[in-house]
Every structure is written in C-alpha cells, then in structure tokens.
C-alpha cells in the first residue's frame, strides 16, 4: 500500500522544520497564540511561501499526518485536490466499492494512536506500523 518516495524528486528541493523559536527570534512571527487556536502555528504555517521564497513548491504538513502513497502525485493536482489528500480520522469514511474514497494522506486531527484514548481509531494500525518500521529502521527497537 505504501510507494517509494522518488528521492530524485525531492532533492530538487529543500526541507525543513519551521520552528516557532527561530521565527520569532528572527521576527518573522510575533503573534501570540489565540484562544480559538487549536495549536501555537496555526498561523505560521501561512508563512511556508515565503520562506520557500515564494519559488516552486511550498508545503506545510502537520505532524499528525500519515501519507499512504508518493506526494509527488499532488504536482499534478494542484487545482483540484481531492479530499483524500487530507483524509480526516472519524470525518471523511472510505467507501469500500469505491477506490477513490481511499486515503493518501491521513490527517489524525483530533488525536492519533500515539494518545491512549485515540489508540484505537480509525489507520490506527497503520501509523502504529510505520512507527515500527521507523524504530528498526534508525534502531530504536
């Protein structure tokens, strides 16, 4: 179910963790955060054109996504991404006699299986998973 990231593509561009701490201290970002805010960068993921420099692509992605094929296929779904990109654990539902319902990108909004009251929700088996393959990966197990 999971694809290869097409790690030619990904070099062409560069990555990295915005942090609230830097942006601040570089003035970028001074806003403090606001009551209805769910997180402190709700508003500073508006930020990711300009530190692109407003050249080719910007992305920004929570943390509490799980992608289930290469993102490399949203170049060519720039005008009209379907919700799957942005499946929502307990909102969006997968209709199993129709493919195009699956998630390829699953976004655990209200909590993942990280919480143990979210431990088992919906892709829960999923993310536990790719936690697993991380952890032998980088030999954490």
Known sequence: ????????????????????????????YWRERGPTESTEFSFSRFLTPYLANYEGWAMFVDCDFLYTTDIKELTEL????????????????????????????????????????WKNCEFADLWLSEMEAYKKETKQI
């Open 78 to 117: 720039i005008d009209d991404i379907p919700f799957i990109w942005n499946f929502l654990v307990g909102h969006n539902k997968v209709d199993e006699n129709d493919p195009s319902t699956q998630p390829k990108a699953i976004h655990y909004t209200t909590g993942g299986p990280w919480f143990e009251m």
């Open 1 to 28: 179910m999971f694809s290869i990231v097409d790690l030619e593509f990904f070099t062409k561009f560069r990555s990295f963790i915005i942090k609230l701490f830097d942006l601040r201290s570089s003035g970028l």
